[in-house]
């Protein structure tokens, strides 16, 4: 995340990068990530995890509510090995991380696609994302820096990735607006978007 804050993500993007570090503590996040939304109130966040057994930088589609069962840091599991009591068993980013995977190419670096993000801290931060903003997050596990995936190069496929997030959301936001300008003459949608 060094790299990236260093990189930025362009000179072409109108964005305000923050990077903050969350330690692998389920409370702490739980109230953090709250925080991050309530207070800085950010359009689209990003996390990233390292997934020590990962040979490539997965791109995680959604979250699921249940089956934290491993202890964090401090021995703390879940209650229930739950996120949320009341929530949805599955919540999906907004981003369909499978485009971004096929069209996102960093020389070097092999990109896949997920839907299944393994149940430890990184999904629970990501799921309570996902539901705070109403699926305007993503979550990317990235493999330990190595000699094959150095700092310098899993900052650039970072940046790469998070760009081509930017604009599959502005892409979404674009075809929104015009299917919200497309009525009949009573007033009602005669579209719809298909996910």
Not at 61 to 90: H, T, W
Not at 131 to 142: D, F, M, S, Y
Not at 150 to 164: D, F, N, R, T, Y
Request: aromatic share 6%; proline share 6%.
């Amino acid at each position: 995340m060094q790299e990236l804050s260093k990189l930025g993500l362009g000179s072409d993007m109108d964005v305000e990068l923050q990077t903050l570090q969350l330690p692998v503590d389920y409370r702490e996040v739980k109230q953090r990530v709250a925080r991050i939304w309530k207070d800085l109130q950010p359009q689209f966040v990003v996390h990233v995890g390292v997934d020590p057994t990962a040979k490539a930088i997965f791109l995680e589609q959604c979250s699921k509510n249940r089956g934290y069962r491993d202890a964090d840091i401090r021995g703390f599991r879940p209650e229930c090995g739950m996120c949320l009591p009341d929530g949805p068993e599955v919540i999906a980013s907004e981003v369909s991380m499978k485009a971004v995977s096929r069209r996102a190419a960093v020389q070097g670096v092999e990109v896949a696609f997920s839907r299944d993000a393994g149940r430890y801290v990184c999904d629970y931060a990501y799921y309570l994302s996902l539901h705070h903003g109403n699926g305007c997050a993503a979550l990317i596990h990235v493999p330990p820096l190595s000699p094959r995936l150095p700092a310098s190069l899993l900052g650039k496929a970072l940046q790469v990735l998070i760009q081509e997030m930017l604009e599959e959301i502005e892409k979404r936001r674009a075809q929104n607006q015009k299917l919200s300008l497309c009525s009949s003459s009573r007033g009602e949608p005669t579209g719809g978007l298909l996910h």
